[in-house]
Nanobody, 128 residues
Framework: QVQLVESGGGLVQPGGSLKLSCVTP????????IGWFRQAPGKEREGVSC????????FYTDSVKGRFTISEDNANNTVYLVLNTLKPEDTAVYFC?????????????????????WGQGTQVAVSS
């Protein structure tokens, strides 16, 4: 069983920034694929970004390219998602998810079915 704990959400004004963290206490991230997904009220869950921790390769959905950055800190079992130039439409609960086999981020897209473990989410609200 892999536990995932997200943090770093909050309320920011449009144009602001946040840094989300996804920690796997008690588990190593090495070799995993870690994905960030989000779900806004009344909308389906959407894949945002993922990283393959074995080689650092990443994927971003088009709506966040150039604004969000995903990175890993294997020593601290943490994956970060930096959210810059936030827009009201970025408002959602953000979840991180883990694929211990490490393959989920290698298909050029975000496929939630490939992730076995999920965190509880952290709320991001963008409003003036």
């Amino acid at each position: 069983q892999v536990q995932l704990v997200e943090s770093g959400g909050g309320l920011v004004q449009p144009g602001g920034s946040l840094k989300l963290s996804c920690v796997t206490p008690g588990s190593t991230l090495h070799g995993y694929a870690i994905g960030w997904f989000r779900q806004a009220p009344g909308k389906e869950r959407e894949g945002v970004s993922c990283i393959s921790t074995s080689d650092g390769s990443t994927f971003y959905t088009d709506s966040v390219k150039g604004r969000f950055t995903i990175s890993e800190d294997n020593a601290n079992n943490t994956v970060y998602l930096v959210l810059n130039t936030l827009k009201p439409e970025d408002t959602a609960v953000y979840f991180c998810a883990a694929d211990p086999l490490g393959s989920a981020c290698r298909f050029g897209g975000m496929y939630s079915i490939l992730y076995d473990y999920w965190g509880q989410g952290t709320q991001v609200a963008v409003s003036s």
